[in-house]
């Protein structure tokens, strides 16, 4: 959905998950911490990930707007980025929330798989290559990320749960929460949040 939106309004998705998973990739100290978070399904630090996020809406594509996904996932991260968007002279706009049953968040990311090439999602319930396990655009042999398996999700959702639900209520009282049924399909979602938007 960030993507669509992202290419609809042209400004660019800042995705919190993409940023630490090539952290992750990469063999440093940070980059081995980073890692080891992510494939035991956890959160990466509060103040590693505001500082991340910080440094990354100060480059100039950022300027006329951005889509935030994956962050903020906590009270402190919401507190600490307003704070700093207010100094900036920004804020946020919108906080959407894809209202989507547990059981098919399980279903739908540990069923998902990505192009190791041109980084394309596949589902392979819901949306299959025409080939197992080859990416039907370039040829890509395609692979499940180590946070998507069913173990690691159901970990996942438990800590969002804790830590993340909250900034529904956060949102309410700003009068700037969207919430959007998550249960259909892509294009119906799609064509919700731009029209809300």
Do not use: M
Not at 2 to 8: C, E, Q, R, S
Not at 136 to 149: H, I, N
Request: with cysteine.
């Amino acid at each position: 959905q960030t993507k669509l939106i992202a290419a609809d309004k042209n400004i660019p998705v800042i995705s919190t998950g993409d940023i630490f998973r090539k952290t992750a990739a990469e063999s440093t100290e940070l980059g081995k911490k980073v890692a080891g978070l992510i494939n035991a399904g956890s959160f990466v630090p509060d103040e590693i990930v505001i500082e991340v996020v910080k440094n990354r809406l100060s480059k100039p594509d950022c300027a006329n707007g951005f889509i935030l996904d994956g962050f903020p996932r906590t009270l402190k991260q919401a507190e600490e980025l307003e704070k700093w968007l207010a100094s900036t002279g920004k804020k946020i706009d919108a906080a959407v929330v894809l209202d989507v049953e547990e059981k098919s968040i399980i279903q739908r990311l540990s069923s998902r798989k990505i192009c190791k090439v041109c980084k394309k999602e596949y589902n392979t319930v819901t949306l299959p290559p025409k080939k197992d396990g080859i990416c039907d655009l370039c040829g890509g042999e395609l692979f499940q990320r180590a946070d998507d398996t069913e173990d690691t999700v159901k970990h996942r959702l438990a800590v969002y749960k804790e830590q993340t639900r909250p900034l529904i209520e956060y949102y309410k009282k700003k009068n700037i929460i969207i919430e959007i049924d998550g249960n259909r399909t892509v294009t119906a979602i799609s064509s919700e949040i731009k029209s809300v938007l």
